[in-house]
């Protein structure tokens, strides 16, 4: 499975950004695909997740309410819709496809793309 995640940019706070994570190869209806994010001197957190299969879909508690994920199977992408950006936002996203937990193992990994929220 290869993924390609793409829509970053600079955005002033208050803003909107909708990242795509489109995926090729082969992806199991079981999967699970997720968006991370990691800002600079910070660790890798847990944004969103969707299940391939269903519309089941998981949010990190801080985040609830203001990021969406979706998806879009007959174009094997992967959306993250985020509103009402705050500077705190700021960070490389990864989009990634696993096969088990949401919050378990993710095999494969796109390259990231960068989200910058200015004050």
């Known amino acids: 499975v290869q993924l390609q995640a793409s829509g970053g940019g600079l955005v002033q706070a208050g803003g909107s950004l909708r990242l795509s994570c489109a995926a090729s190869g082969r992806i199991f209806s079981s999967y699970v695909m997720g968006w991370f994010r990691q800002a600079p001197g910070n660790e890798r957190e847990f944004v969103a997740g969707i299940r391939w299969s269903g519309s089941i879909t998981y949010y990190a508690d801080s985040l609830k309410g203001r990021f969406t994920i979706s998806k879009d199977n007959a174009k094997n992408t992967v959306y993250l819709q985020m509103n009402s950006l705050k500077p705190e936002d700021t960070a490389v996203y990864y989009c990634?496809?696993?096969?088990?937990?949401?919050?378990?193992?993710?095999?494969?990994w796109g390259q990231g793309t960068l989200v910058t929220v200015s004050s």
């Open positions: 990634a496809a696993g096969a088990g937990s949401y919050l378990g193992t993710y095999e494969y």
